[in-house]
């Protein structure tokens, strides 16, 4: 039998005793944790880094550039920018983006909403046949919805032309360049009227039906129930539309472009900036100053599609 005296008592109670029992940290464990973070996540930020900072990293670089005839490549610092700040085509494509966005994204997503709000109503019969087909136009691809609708816009060949023989009238020429800012409109209206549709619809079927229920209870008539309750609701969702087609509004190109073989004299080579963009670049050659006009736009639509984020998202006090 063994005995511990008092003396070896009093020293396995020190506080000096009691740390060194402690269990030491997991600091190795902890350090692979988190590289297992970062491994989880490391394919994303390569792939981040190379289609998205790479390109916005070299089109900055290339915006500080011009070619010369003599000495090459230089550096030019910010002449490029000096210069599209003066340039009347690109204020041209710019102003031309600006009243497209002005006129169409309003009338696109209102009719987007009233078919949101009708199809949610519960008294459209066939809603899921609707449903379908007005979103249908959005999986029709950019290009074969600019050459189909092309073809119509036609006073020679296509429909337009066949209406004024047939009817013995002369119909105002979609293509023309009175005309062709509003018919592309009528493009791009119809092919995102059921995306932003789809949105609202979405919105709208999340909302509690308790709300419905104490509305039909104090006796409030369907317009009612729309504006205190189905708009208030999906008022995120109207903001993310909006910003979503104010971004496609200035980056308007494919419409355009598609449509430049058919309506020559109405779609210059700076008609929209991102074709203005196009032109310089592939056919120009002008690279840096290509690139420079990329990038004011892309500030520009940055610019506002946060100040109208901004108002969307903010709150009524």
């Not at 930020?45 to 900055?60: E, H, R």
């Not at 504006?227 to 355009?256: D, M, V, W, Y």
């Not at 100040?307 to 903010?314: A, E, H, S």
Request: charged residues 15%.
């Amino acid at each position: 039998m063994t005995t511990t005296s008092p003396a070896s008592l009093a020293e396995a109670d020190s506080p000096a005793s009691k740390k060194a029992r402690e269990p030491k940290p997991l600091r190795g464990r902890k350090a692979r944790g988190r590289w297992k973070g970062w491994a989880f996540i490391g394919p994303f930020m390569i792939f981040f880094a190379l289609v998205f900072l790479a390109p916005l990293i070299y089109s900055i670089y290339l915006s500080l550039f011009r070619e010369q005839l003599v000495g090459g490549n230089s550096f030019v610092g910010f002449d490029n920018y000096i210069k599209a700040f003066q340039d009347p085509q690109f204020w041209s494509g710019a102003w031309r983006v600006t009243l497209f966005l002005v006129v169409q994204v309003p009338i696109m997503l209102f009719i987007a909403l009233f078919v949101a709000l009708a199809i949610d109503s519960g008294r459209l019969h066939g809603k899921s046949f609707f449903r379908i087909s007005i979103f249908m136009p959005y999986a029709v691809p950019a290009v074969v919805a600019s050459l189909m609708w092309g073809f119509m816009y036609g006073d020679r060949f296509g429909l337009v032309g066949n209406l004024n023989d047939f009817f013995g009238i002369s119909l105002p020429d979609p293509l023309g360049p009175s005309w062709i800012l509003a018919s592309i409109g009528n493009i791009v209206t119809w092919e995102f009227v059921g995306y932003n549709m789809l949105i609202f619809y979405s919105a709208l079927k999340v909302i509690p039906t308790s709300l419905y229920e104490a509305a039909a209870i104090d006796g409030a008539g369907q317009w009612r129930v729309i504006s205190a309750i189905k708009l208030p609701a999906i008022r995120g969702s109207l903001a993310i539309a909006t910003i979503f087609s104010i971004i496609g509004s200035f980056q308007l190109f494919n419409e355009p472009s598609i449509l430049k073989s058919l309506a020559p004299n109405s779609i210059t080579t700076y008609f929209t900036p991102n074709l203005y963009s196009y032109s310089l670049s592939f056919s120009g050659q002008q690279f840096n100053y290509s690139a420079t006009v990329a990038i004011i736009m892309g500030v520009l639509t940055m610019i506002v599609a946060y100040i109208v984020q901004l108002r969307g998202m903010r709150k009524d006090v």
